[in-house]
């Protein structure tokens, strides 16, 4: 509009790529316009339900969460509504004929364009769509969150790693959980995640120590003890509810920290795919090549430290990782139950606890792994 104001309409009526009109007839085009925008865009948001619970039913409602977070489709549905919003508000800040006597022709030729890259964009969202949900693309997106929350809590220790374990457990020995301030859940729910960004400069601040009680994906009611403060007479009001606050609770579980849940997700994918309503072992065979691949790179990095120290090397964090033991069992326990008379992907849970085992360097965990075959 603004363009419209410096540019004279005598200078444009003769280009072929601008509509040119009256201010009634150009108003009167963007309202239509944001009328046809409205009612194609109801037809996508209906188009798209279907494939909602198609993934719902046939992969489990969790992964909705992985369609729903892809920004191709994001990208598409935003279109539409911009250019609806960009229509509607184009038309009404036209001022009368009385006031501007030439009409906004620019304003009026964006919102034809933006129209047409909106319906242009709708075959990409079909196109994409039957691609999406094809179940390698799904296993995969569930994949790349497990390689994602591997990479970003399973770091690898330095070579002072296994001292500064030993000095973690000589100073938790010296805490007692009596004497410690105990942090409660202000409400019930799963814990997303800690927001370890803010718990690390707050505890030095304060010079005190913390044990985080739960861990990402546990299940906590209103008022059970989440965290033990040391030195207790340092924690007030204030720093309680800071504390609280770290903790993000919700009504499900998110893989951003939760490796166990990042893991169920392409188990259930797997389980549901043997049923008998599907009976598709090949979809369960995909999940195990990226559950193996997720837990190579968890093996191949070594278990987790449970002490967070600060840059001075005080001990100020302990929380409690999630072992080796518990992604297989999150892997296969299940998966194998329901595999039991499918001997195609028994054998290649095999290879994939094959695949494991080659990175995997400590006898505990090679006992595991033993076990399950």
């Known amino acids: 509009f603004w363009l419209d104001g410096q540019i004279p309409n005598e200078v444009l009526n003769t280009s072929h790529f601008i509509v040119s009109g009256s201010v009634g007839e150009l108003r009167g085009y963007l309202f239509s316009m944001a009328t046809t925008v409205l009612t194609t865009a109801g037809v996508v948001f209906t188009l798209l339900t279907l494939p909602l619970s198609t993934v719902a039913a046939q992969y489990g409602s969790r992964l909705l ?41 620019i304003t009026m030729t964006v919102g034809l364009y933006l129209i047409v890259a909106s319906f242009a964009s709708l075959i990409l969202l079909i196109q994409h ?29 330095g070579q002072d790693g296994e001292h500064q374990n030993q000095t973690g457990i000589a100073a938790l020995d010296t805490l007692s959980e009596a004497e410690a301030y105990p942090v409660h859940a202000g409400k019930p729910g799963y814990i997303q995640y800690v927001d370890l960004d803010y718990l690390r400069p707050l505890v030095r601040k304060k010079d005190i120590i913390i044990r985080l009680v739960h861990k990402p994906g546990d299940f906590v009611g209103n008022g059970t003890v989440i965290a033990l403060v040391w030195p207790a007479n340092r924690v007030d009001n204030e720093l309680d509810k800071e504390i609280i606050n770290t903790f993000h609770l919700g009504n499900q579980r998110t893989p951003p920290q939760d490796l166990e849940y990042a893991v169920n997700q392409l188990t259930e994918m797997a389980v549901r795919a043997m049923s008998p309503a599907i009976n598709d072992p090949f979809t369960a065979m995909t999940c195990l090549d990226y559950i193996g691949d997720g837990l190579s790179l968890f093996a191949r990095r070594g278990p987790i430290s449970p002490y967070i120290y600060d840059r001075d090397g005080q001990l100020r964090i302990v929380f409690d990782p999630v072992t080796f033991d518990e992604l297989l069992s999150a892997a296969f326990d299940m998966l194998r139950h329901a595999s039991c008379h499918n001997s195609m992907v028994l054998l290649h849970m095999l290879e994939t606890i094959n695949i494991i085992s080659q990175e995997t360097k400590s006898l505990d965990a090679r006992q595991s792994l033993l076990h399950h075959v």
Do not use: H, W
């Open 65 to 105: 969460r992985i369609f729903l977070g892809d920004r191709t489709t994001q990208l598409i549905l935003g279109m539409f509504v911009a250019t609806f919003v960009y229509c509607v508000t184009g038309a009404m800040i036209i001022p009368p004929v009385q006031i501007v006597p030439e009409g906004p022709q």
């Open 129 to 157: 769509i039957s691609i999406m949900l094809q179940a390698p693309n799904i296993a995969a997106g569930a994949g790349e969150d497990l390689l994602d929350v591997v990479r970003k809590t399973n770091l690898v220790e």
